[in-house]
DNA sequence: GTGAAAGCGCTAACAT
DNA sequence: ATGTTAGCGCTTTCAC
């Protein structure tokens, strides 16, 4: 397999600085400190630049400087709507900056999660964030032998390495719940699974919650299949109420599955808040799609991509490795699913 | 900013060649062209790179040999539940090779299409598939510079760039009107926007399809102004019921807007398919979420991005950027949305 | 503020 | 099947 393109050879920097009349480094300078070079060389160089459509060659940049500019994200489910605010803090704490961000997919496998960081190690990456799957630190020695910092996010209850920023997942829980018993429910369902480190600590605050109650039942925990959480919230739903119909709540992974679980109680004929109590999880919009709206336990999900951005570019300026972890607040938002 | 990592310095392939008592050279075969290097030194080889840890430089081989190994998909909202099908097929393709997918935003935006794509020419990408956004081929010029491979998917109503595999968005269209018209719905109006090039041959399907029935007016005809489909969806429809009340169907520019149009019509007490017949575009399912299922125009959006793959990895075999757009079937699958 | 020299870590091309 | 040589295009370091 021929990988390489046609024959044409690309413009260097050296084309651009011969043609402007000085040597290679001042051109790099140009376009990189332009503050180090006067200001009529400069323009001389960018017009250069310009009129022969000269572009950097990232490869020779990242070995010759050691770093390639690429902060890696990682995260298992990255087209999830949840993860969008997420991605939306990080690229506009990184905007206009001169690092790239670079996004990857490891699932819920602690070994596809090395596999990419290895994957990642090789790209000598300024930096990166990642919320990780991996329920015990199987990847630590790795992550320590990684020439960058890296801010773990979403989760305060993992042993940090290196930066930290998150939520409390185990506690978020407990307010939903309480939440739900407050209001008068007390067959509490949990809709959504034990896949990964995130959705065994709301199990737990879940579990607190009910135990700590005397209300707790193994059998209303209620594990999903799929990754279409709208689908998944709605099958599971039907299943559920055909099963346990004394259920009078149900506490969702996150606010798909809760969506899925408002529409397949309004086919069921199940009021909602009276028959049903619902409450989702992470504070997302649906802007009246959901009816009535729902109830769910808000994270900061923006503030958490901006702010894992930004402690990184605090290391980076630093030159440090710091250590410590944030942990932000969570809400319980009360929408119409809870009422009564 | 300090960019660069620790003091520790990386392992190289010169580490490796040395500690096995070979050429550097010889480990660069027996990690990239095993085949190439006798059994016995390559298991020695092996056996110090997983020793000592080594992991190849990626800037260093893409500098050496030309070519990063990266594929660039570019495409205008690469997290939309409808590109997940397409990226798969990409991805499945690809497994297992030695080429790397790299996936990158382009919003709506031909400017923005512009800066993604200079931005992988600095990385040597080995080929580039792309959803172009541009009406007019802008970027025309641009791409034919590229030193490899392109494919343009989705649309083969575009001037071809290389190569091309996609669908008659018009004809599509057309396909989904004439259905509602089959089934008696008289005044059709359109859900969704002006925004692309697709969206703008899915409107002249649209129209040329009332046109011929004598049907159209201008007025049916409905943008979208965010980017949450189904909200967006619901609340159009809400729009459309209370200024339109004799509109008998709508045709939606994708199945979440269908989707958000059949809540907001349960809602509004229209039955559906009675007072109101709603078809989407795309295919995609919803098990059992929307009800009654929706009527959808199915594209083979994986099959897309599979092809796309192998007419990349085809072209690059061969060596030559060969030239030809493949034009895949649409079929429309009838739900019970559109039953009268 | 500008330049010369050296080299980042790897692979292509050409030996042997 | 293995090695030698040269160089990819840029940035670092140090000199002026």
Same mark, same amino acid.
Not at 83 to 100: H, K, Y
């Given at each position: 397999m021929r990988l390489r393109g046609g024959a044409r050879a690309r413009t260097t920097l050296s084309d651009v600085a011969r043609k402007a009349g000085v040597s290679p480094i001042t051109v790099s300078r140009a376009l990189r400190e332009p503050h180090k070079v006067s200001d009529k060389l400069r323009e001389t160089i960018l017009g250069v630049v310009d009129e022969i459509g000269y572009v950097p060659n990232f490869a020779a940049r990242a070995l010759a400087s050691r770093h390639s500019g690429i902060i890696a994200v990682l995260g298992p489910v990255l087209g999830s709507p949840g993860?969008?605010?997420? *991605?939306? @803090?990080?690229?506009? +704490?990184?905007? *206009? @900056?001169?690092? +790239?961000t670079q996004f990857a997919n490891i699932g819920l496998d602690a070994s596809e999660e090395a596999r990419q960081l290895n994957l990642f190690v090789a790209q000598n990456p300024a930096g990166i964030i990642m919320e990780s799957v991996a329920e015990f630190p199987v990847n630590r020695p790795l992550i320590d032998e990684i020439d960058c910092p890296v801010v773990q996010m979403m989760d305060t209850s993992l042993e940090p390495l290196d930066m930290g920023i998150g939520v409390c997942h185990r506690s978020a829980a407990k307010l939903a719940v309480r939440h739900l018993l407050s209001k008068g429910y007390s067959k509490i369902a949990l809709l959504g699974g034990n896949k990964d480190i995130r959705s065994r600590r709301r199990f737990e605050g879940y579990r607190e919650a009910l135990s700590d109650a005397g209300l707790y039942q193994p059998g209303y925990v209620f594990d999903t299949e799929g990754r279409n959480s709208v689908a998944d919230g709605h099958s599971l739903m039907r299943c559920i109420n055909s099963r346990y119909p004394e259920i009078d709540a149900v506490f969702c992974h996150d606010d798909e599955l809760a969506l899925g679980a408002l529409f397949a109680a309004s086919q069921l004929g199940l009021r909602v808040p009276e028959d049903l109590g619902i409450c989702g999880y992470n504070g997302l919009h649906f802007s009246g799609v959901d009816d009535p709206p729902l109830t769910s336990v808000s994270l900061p999900l923006y503030e958490i991509g901006f702010k894992a951005a930004e402690m990184l570019m605090a290391a980076l300026a630093s030159g440090e490795r710091k250590e410590g972890a944030v942990e932000l607040e969570v809400a319980l938002v009360e929408g119409a699913s809870t009422r009564r």
């Open positions: 993860f969008s605010p997420v *991605a939306s @803090g990080i690229e506009d +704490r990184f905007q *206009a @900056g001169e690092l +790239r």
